[in-house]
């Protein structure tokens, strides 16, 4: 069950990003939320295998001009909650 609640976040959380982000696609930083369950160790984890991930492709790929904004929330057992919540 946590493994489809984490799933059902990442999917929800890419069409979200995918509807905002679609008029600055031309912009040097594009922000995408992360919806994670900050309280459990799966979460933890995820947050920083995330902020590894975009670290280590940027270091590889310096002359990108495009950066991703992380911003993460916690999901507080309300996925849905959370990622339609406003910043």
Known sequence: M???KHLFSFIIL???SLGRN??????DVIRVGVVLDLNSTVGEVAESYILMAVSDFYAV?????TRL???T??????VVGAACAED
């Open 2 to 4: 946590a493994n489809q």
């Open 14 to 16: 890419l069409l979200l």
């Open 22 to 27: 679609k008029h600055s696609m031309a912009d």
């Open 73 to 78: 929330r916690d999901s507080k057992d309300d």
């Open 69 to 71: 904004s992380l911003f």
């Open 61 to 65: 790929n310096a002359n990108y001009r």
